[in-house]
């Protein structure tokens, strides 16, 4: 499947919205349903299985962050919000519900395209070497199934935390700067509050540190940003076959 083959449900109620992102997109020649509300895009995601919601988080029926949340326990979809809302805060709440990227009305349709076409790049193959399951204790790494798991269980990452771990394990040691995370990660021109790295990081902490407040994985480094340390009794980051 060709990235411009991507199937993409757009759920806002504002008709105008809608009707205006279905047709730039479709001229893209991306698959669209459109939605108006919570309960026509479950029911529509349910059949269309979409690679990408674009997901109003105020809708008549339901709050967008819980509909994100709902989704994504379903499939491994991506999710792109909208919302009038610029708030640090608000931001937060979508990241932590799982959210891959968010953009604030009014948005201009380029920057609209910009960002899914960025989001669809992570369902791209991987290469050979990139398949390579990297090993760091209890923590494996697996990128050809997309998978973390810490003994042996599977931790539940979204997208966007999936490829972040990752770059950050393939340089263990190196310290990467929050500006440097954003071009390799989100792999475009990301423009707004570098601040969704930390975010982001902080999600991921919780899920494989034993304790996020301590962490012993993914380490800061004040002012610049961020390094992965491989436990002392790993195999040094080394990826296995």
Not at 89 to 95: Q, T, Y
């Amino acid at each position: 499947m060709t990235m411009a083959s991507a199937k993409i449900l757009v759920v806002d109620d504002d008709p105008a919205i809608r009707n205006l992102i279905q047709r730039f997109l479709t001229q893209k020649n991306y698959q669209i349903q459109p939605a108006h509300d919570g309960k026509t895009a479950l029911a529509i995601f349910e059949q269309f299985n979409p690679d990408l919601v674009i997901l109003d988080v105020n809708l008549p029926d339901a709050v967008g962050y819980n509909l994100c949340q709902e989704m994504q326990s379903r499939t491994d979809v991506f999710v792109l919000l909208l919302t009038s809302r610029s708030d640090a805060v608000d931001k937060d709440i979508g990241f932590k519900r799982g959210a891959d990227d968010y953009l604030t009305k009014p948005f201009d349709l380029q920057e609209l395209e910009n960002r899914v076409a960025a989001i669809l790049k992570r369902k791209r193959e991987v290469t050979a070497t990139e398949q390579q399951r990297l090993v760091f204790d209890q923590l494996v790494i697996e990128p050809g199934r997309r998978e973390v798991t810490i003994n042996d269980q599977i931790v539940p990452l979204t997208a966007l935390e999936f490829d972040l771990l990752h770059f950050l394990a393939c340089h263990p040691g190196r310290v990467l700067r929050r500006s440097e995370l954003i071009q390799e990660v989100w792999e475009y021109d990301y423009v707004g509050d570098q601040r969704v790295v930390d975010v982001h990081i902080g999600q991921i902490r919780k899920k494989i540190e034993l304790d996020a407040s301590q962490p012993s994985l993914i380490q800061t480094v004040r002012g610049v940003g961020y390094k992965f340390e491989a436990p002392s009794n790993a195999k040094n980051g080394k990826p296995e076959s």
